[in-house]
């Protein structure tokens, strides 16, 4: 799993806003439950007070203080409910105070006195000794014969204290597990929305110049995705039709060149093979001539990079020992090397087969063997090998030659790029020979890389298809 | 001889007919597909040279034409489309010969003479040019009576220039001739040969026999440019 990938990150932006959303949800609950646990309770106890003064305190000048007090512990039982009662004379006289509560939660001798303000009723949160603190509810209640007393009726606040700490335990087990299964369903969820991104991005990625004519799959989803891939299929068309375009360009201009050429030609040498001619005339006559043979050069290998891109280059199928031919080639070529002082040597240990047009791969041999001669100073060397490896065919020019610089190596391969600007008007580069390489590689469903060191020297090296074995 | 020629661009015509009056041949010009069908019912040539693409009816339909009327008459096509594909339309519609432009005048010369002497050429075993003496047979090279080692190659090209001498070929007829189809568009090749050829021929000799003009090609003969 990448951490770049949109897969993980949308997972991560899900998780992270349902765990937001849930926290938030259980913050809500708890502290709403809390106050609502609360609220009830003091209700519980303001109603406890009400019912003390109503039933008990008004009538406490007909029965007496200590009445009021069996009373309030044969009704309430404050110690069996822990629950903390106190009864107060306004001028500060305890007429009642319940005794420890039978879980010992409090002393209620402990509770200081409620202040003696002239409010009606009241309640407050009292801290004791013990864990917890006392909910305390008073009420002001007077009688007819002029006295007013202070009823409060406290609880602890042990139960709801431990009702909410086992929630907020209950929610803080639960939630990482929640979130991981959300997390878990939503990477699930985000891969299949995502797969058939997946799908035309492996497909993107296969087509190049060679197969425009092929098409992303369709996500027949009725939905962005599918507007994508329509939406991007439409882009491949258009660029089908401009590749297409500059292609026709090409052998149409190559094509429509031939016939002016050939008027060019044919007036000069007939100009030139004229004996009345003086020397200099002549001379402008050749250089004219070597020009059109430049151009002629250039037009026909135009012309044969536009068949080659048509697919033409596998005019014939013949399978033959690549080996041979090459080192046959480069023998052919040795007279080239020594008028240069250039030592040129072969080597190729065993039969190579493939399969392909002989004449075109071995103008592949011709073109990179040229090459290297052509940029190698004198006294240099060029090395040409061929063996199979693996399942390729391997063929190697090795030279001494200037090198090609670093940033110039990927464009060796295009049409007219010329990595040294300054030998432009070199007579036989029209600046196609690797491009035309390249082509017959790449139709052979072979390739061809280039390595080099400035100053040191370049390798070119060619790997083809291995022919099945020598079916003889 | 009688040469017709069906063409649709004017000047590479005349260029054409111009050269091979130059050679004493009787050519007449046609600039459509129609003319030159006229012509061709009308007289009796001995060789058609005719552009593919022409204004009315199309070049292979006029080889088919032609071939359907005189089986005989040698057939050389000029077109500007070299793809091997439509190389295999023009042999299987009935023409001889092929040149693909821009060609060298020279080149249409061997091609035309070729064509014209159809069948058996009577082949001498042995080629003279001036004091060289070519052994076809051996592939022995003489000068003077002297005897002179070449390589094969070197052989090759020698004997294709002394075949006509006085004839002009291109660098790329001789790359086309003398090597092969693989080594298209490498022409300094045959400047090099060349050369090691006049050390080995010439350098010796007083009277040079390896001629250049330049822009054209090379030629054998005794004396100076033509």
């Known amino acids: 799993m990448r951490a770049a990938s949109l897969r993980f990150r949308l997972t991560l932006w899900y998780a992270a806003v349902f765990t937001a959303v849930v926290a938030g949800l259980a913050a809500l609950l708890v502290l709403n439950l809390r106050q609502y646990l609360e609220n009830s309770l003091w209700d519980t106890q303001v109603r406890r007070a009400h019912q003390i003064a109503e039933t008990l305190v008004a009538n406490v000048g007909a029965t007496g203080e200590a009445y009021l007090g069996k009373q309030v512990d044969a009704l309430y039982a404050p110690e069996k409910s822990d629950r ?111 797969d058939p991104v997946d799908r035309i991005a492996a497909k993107a990625e296969q087509i190049s110049q060679h197969n425009l004519d092929e098409r992303l799959p369709i996500a027949q989803t009725g939905d962005e995705l599918e507007r994508l891939s329509l939406a991007l299929n439409h882009m491949i068309g258009r660029l089908d039709d401009a590749f297409q375009n500059s292609k026709r360009f090409v052998a149409d201009a190559s094509h429509e060149l031939r016939t002016p050429l050939t008027i060019l030609r044919g007036e000069l040498e007939e100009l030139a093979q004229d004996r009345h001619l003086g020397p200099a005339p002549r001379e402008r006559l050749g250089s004219l001539l070597e020009e059109v043979e430049r151009l002629t050069k250039i037009v026909e290998r135009l012309f044969a990079l536009s068949r080659l891109d048509a697919g033409e280059a596998q005019a014939e199928r013949v399978r033959f020992d690549l080996a041979e031919m090459a080192t046959a080639t480069a023998a052919q070529l040795a007279l080239l090397a020594e008028d240069r002082r250039i030592a040129l040597s072969w080597e190729a240990p065993a039969p190579v087969w493939v399969e392909g047009d002989r004449a075109r791969l071995k103008q592949v041999v011709v073109n990179l063997l040229d090459n290297a001669i052509k940029y190698t100073p004198e006294l240099g060397s060029v090395r040409l090998r061929v063996d199979a490896a693996e399942d390729r065919a391997v063929l190697e020019v090795d030279d001494t030659g200037i090198g090609i610089a670093a940033e110039a190596l990927p464009h060796v391969f295009d049409r007219f790029y010329r990595a040294d600007k300054a030998r432009s008007r070199s007579p036989d580069g029209a600046g196609l020979g690797l491009a035309i390489v390249k082509s017959i590689c790449s139709a052979h469903h072979g390739e061809v890389d280039a390595f080099s060191v400035v100053g040191k020297g370049s390798r070119f090296r060619v790997r083809l298809p291995l022919a099945a074995a020598d079916p003889r | 001889m009688r040469i017709l020629i069906v063409e649709d661009e004017r000047k590479v015509a005349e260029l054409v007919a111009r050269g091979l009056r130059a050679e004493r041949y009787a050519v007449d010009v046609a600039e459509t597909g129609d003319a030159g069908w006229a012509m061709i019912s009308t007289y009796d040539y001995d060789l058609l040279i005719l552009d593919l693409m022409l204004p009315g009816i199309d070049g292979l339909e006029l080889v088919r034409r032609t071939r359907r009327r005189n089986a005989g008459i040698p057939i050389l096509v000029l077109t500007a489309r070299d793809a091997t594909q439509s190389k295999v339309e023009n042999f299987e519609a009935g023409a001889d010969d092929y040149l693909t432009k821009p060609f060298a005048f020279a080149e249409l010369q061997v091609r035309v003479k070729a064509l014209l002497r159809r069948g058996p050429v009577a082949r001498n075993s042995t080629v003279r040019v001036a004091d060289l003496e070519l052994d076809r047979l051996t592939q022995q090279v003489r000068r003077g009576g002297r005897r002179i080692a070449l390589t094969a190659k070197e052989y090759a090209l020698l004997e294709y220039l002394a075949i006509q001498p006085g004839r002009v070929y291109s660098r790329s007829m001789i790359v086309e001739h003398v090597w092969d189809q693989g080594f298209e568009g490498l022409t300094n090749i045959v400047d090099v040969y060349v050369r090691h050829l006049r050390e080995k021929l010439d350098a010796p000799f007083p009277v040079k026999l390896i001629h250049t003009v330049r822009g054209v090609g090379y030629f054998l003969a005794e004396e100076a440019p033509p």
Do not use: M, N
């Open chain 1, 84 to 194: 903390f009662i106190r009864i107060t004379r306004q001028d500060g006289h305890v007429a009642y105070c319940s005794g420890a509560p039978a879980d010992q939660s409090f002393a209620p001798a402990a509770v200081p006195a409620a202040p003696l303000t002239p409010r009606l009723e009241f309640s407050r949160e009292q801290a004791v000794t013990g864990q917890a603190s006392l909910l305390i509810a008073a009420v002001r209640a007077g009688t007819p014969t002029g006295e007013s007393y202070l009823i409060e009726v406290g609880i602890s606040a042990a139960p709801v204290d431990a009702l909410f700490r086992h929630v907020l335990w209950l929610l803080g087990l639960c939630l990482p597990v929640v979130v991981a299964f959300a997390a878990a369903g939503g990477y699930v969820l985000v891969g299949r929305a995502l």
